[in-house]
Each structure stands twice: as structure tokens, then as C-alpha cells.
């Protein structure tokens, strides 16, 4: 299926520094778009994927699993690392969750960590039925553009795959187990007001990471995916000071760097 108009990854060949940006659950790259841009503006070299089954339709989406959307990531990370000295690894959401499983796995290749509303848990009366009811009842309602500011709105799915979402609950499950291996620095921005995740998974990853070089931040005037609400500002300022902290000149381009794409094409399911 072709890709929606402005849901395509996006990349950046910057400096010697590297950031990888990993998008949510039923969403798309344009939500983060905007935080890519930023940092390869700064001069960082960005990576900003588009996860399989996602940016399509969402029945392309019932045919992944946790373990494609963590492929490509991963996958990302490796290409990164073949070419920039020290990579950072960034998301939204389920994409936070995929950046500390990054962290976890691939310890010293990650130089920190970057996590706006992490998501630790699939909530809701229905969480635990989804074994079951992903057989009988195909989707749900969506969870997209969860954004206080006015006129703004997320690219993503209007359904939620039930198939998606019980994979998505032992993905969450896994990470959660993995969190105490996530040693590197982190900064956690959260919204006390959000619709989508609540504040108790930023709790819960705060609380079971091992990593010392900890900065939490609250986003008072947005909701879950602030990264393109009132806070995105905020988002973008403190991600380059936290990666410029921690790789001092991360911003300066090596010679013939500058190239941004913007890929097109298909995806499909699977």
C-alpha cells in the first residue's frame, strides 16, 4: 500500500553525532517530523523510520507484531552507528518504549536516551480480554492526536488492531523486565495531562532504570503527543542540550554532511 502523504521517514546526514527518533503506536513519522527537522537543523545526523504496518491503513498494521516494529528500529540504530561516533536513541510513547528496549540491549552503542509520555502498559478494562477478543472483534477506536493545542492533528489510524495491541501488551511487558539493564542517561518528559498514557508509566520507568544521569521534565501545557503541541519547543531545546552535553559539539557537521530525505515509496504489511 502507499504510504500517506507525510507519513514518510525521514533522514538527516549530519555530524558525527547521531539521534534516532521512534514514532507511536498507530501513528507516523509526521509526529515527530517536526523534533527530526529541529535536530538535523542543529547539525545532528537523524533517523526517523517508519515502523511496518504503520503510515498505510490499519489492516496492513494487523499483519505486524512487536517484533517487526522493534526490527526496523534496531535495524536503524545499526546503520546510524556504522557512521556517526556516538547515537542517542529517541521516541513517543510505545517509541519511547522502543528506544529503553534499544538502550537495553545495546548498551554502550547508545549514548542516552530520550523519552517524551513513555508507554509502559496497555490500560484499560480491556487490556487483559485482548487474548482472546483479537479473534472475535477486529478493532477498536483510535488513539491518535491526543494534542491540546488548536488546529493541530496527528497522522495516524482511526482503529486500533486488536491483533496490534495484544502484541503491543507483551512487548510492554518485556521492556518492563528490561528497564533495570538501562544504565545510560535519560531525559523523561511527561505530561501530567495526558488522555493516552498516564503519568504513572513515566512513574514506573523512573523507578526501575539503573541509569544515574536521570532529567525529568513536565510538559504542563500539552497532552500525549507533545511533540506537536504547546511543549514542542521545550521538547526540541532540551533533546540538543541534553545530546550536546553529552557529546560536546554533537552539532557541528563533518565535511559534505547536510543531506536531508525525505523517502517515498510503499509499505506493506507483514
Same mark, same amino acid.
Given at each position: +500500500?502507499?504510504? !500517506?502523504?507525510?507519513?514518510?521517514? #525521514?533522514?538527516?546526514?549530519?555530524?558525527?553525532?547521531?539521534? !534516532?527518533? %521512534?514514532?507511536?503506536?498507530?501513528?507516523?513519522?509526521? =509526529? &515527530?517530523?517536526?523534533?527530526?527537522?529541529?535536530?538535523?537543523?542543529?547539525?545532528?545526523?537523524?533517523?526517523?523510520?517508519? &515502523?511496518?504496518?504503520?503510515?498505510?491503513?490499519?489492516?496492513? +498494521?494487523?499483519? @505486524?507484531?512487536?517484533?517487526?516494529?522493534?526490527?526496523?528500529?534496531?535495524?536503524?540504530?545499526?546503520?546510524?552507528?556504522?557512521? %556517526?561516533?556516538?547515537? $542517542?536513541?529517541?521516541?513517543?510513547? +510505545?517509541?519511547?518504549?522502543?528506544?529503553?528496549?534499544?538502550?537495553?540491549?545495546?548498551?554502550?552503542?547508545?549514548?542516552?536516551? *530520550?523519552?517524551?509520555?513513555?508507554?509502559?502498559?496497555?490500560?484499560?478494562?480491556?487490556?487483559?480480554?485482548?487474548?482472546?477478543?483479537?479473534? #472475535?472483534?477486529?478493532?477498536?477506536?483510535?488513539?491518535?492526536?491526543? *494534542?491540546?493545542?488548536?488546529?493541530?492533528?496527528?497522522?495516524?489510524?482511526?482503529?486500533?488492531? !486488536?491483533?496490534?495491541?495484544?502484541?503491543?501488551?507483551? #512487548? $510492554?511487558?518485556?521492556?518492563?523486565?528490561?528497564?533495570?539493564?538501562?544504565?545510560?542517561? &535519560?531525559?523523561?518528559?511527561?505530561?501530567?495531562?495526558?488522555?493516552?498514557?498516564?503519568?504513572?508509566? =513515566?512513574?514506573?520507568? !523512573?523507578?526501575?532504570?539503573?541509569?544515574?544521569?536521570?532529567?525529568?521534565?513536565?510538559?504542563?501545557?500539552?497532552?500525549?503527543?507533545? @511533540?506537536?503541541?504547546?511543549?514542542?519547543?521545550?521538547? $526540541?531545546?532540551?533533546? $540538543?542540550? #541534553? *545530546?550536546?552535553?553529552?557529546?560536546?559539539?554533537?552539532?557541528?557537521?563533518?565535511?559534505?554532511?547536510?543531506?536531508?530525505?525525505?523517502?517515498?515509496?510503499?509499505? @506493506?504489511?507483514?
Amino acid at each position: +500500500m502507499p504510504v !500517506l502523504p507525510g507519513a514518510e521517514p #525521514f533522514r538527516h546526514e549530519g555530524g558525527e553525532a547521531g539521534v !534516532l527518533l %521512534c514514532h507511536g503506536f498507530t501513528g507516523s513519522p509526521q =509526529s &515527530l517530523r517536526p523534533w527530526a527537522e529541529h535536530l538535523a537543523g542543529r547539525g545532528l545526523s537523524v533517523s526517523l523510520p517508519l &515502523l511496518p504496518g504503520h503510515g498505510t491503513r490499519w489492516e496492513d +498494521m494487523q499483519l @505486524t507484531g512487536w517484533q517487526d516494529w522493534y526490527a526496523e528500529v534496531d535495524r536503524e540504530l545499526r546503520l546510524l552507528g556504522e557512521r %556517526c561516533e556516538k547515537v $542517542f536513541v529517541a521516541g513517543l510513547s +510505545m517509541g519511547a518504549a522502543l528506544a529503553l528496549r534499544l538502550a537495553a540491549k545495546h548498551g554502550d552503542a547508545v549514548g542516552g536516551i *530520550i523519552a517524551v509520555n513513555p508507554a509502559n502498559k496497555v490500560h484499560g478494562a480491556t487490556a487483559h480480554a485482548l487474548p482472546v477478543v483479537r479473534h #472475535f472483534v477486529p478493532t477498536t477506536k483510535g488513539i491518535v492526536s491526543d *494534542i491540546a493545542k488548536e488546529g493541530v492533528t496527528e497522522l495516524g489510524y482511526d482503529r486500533v488492531p !486488536l491483533h496490534a495491541a495484544h502484541s503491543l501488551r507483551l #512487548f $510492554f511487558r518485556l521492556v518492563d523486565g528490561e528497564l533495570p539493564q538501562v544504565t545510560q542517561p &535519560l531525559l523523561l518528559l511527561h505530561s501530567p495531562q495526558d488522555h493516552v498514557v498516564p503519568p504513572a508509566d =513515566s512513574e514506573r520507568v !523512573l523507578g526501575r532504570v539503573s541509569s544515574t544521569d536521570v532529567t525529568e521534565i513536565l510538559l504542563e501545557h500539552s497532552y500525549h503527543v507533545a @511533540t506537536l503541541d504547546h511543549d514542542a519547543e521545550r521538547i $526540541f531545546e532540551e533533546s $540538543f542540550a #541534553f *545530546i550536546d552535553r553529552l557529546a560536546p559539539g554533537a552539532g557541528k557537521e563533518t565535511s559534505g554532511a547536510g543531506q536531508t530525505r525525505r523517502q517515498e515509496g510503499t509499505a @506493506t504489511g507483514g
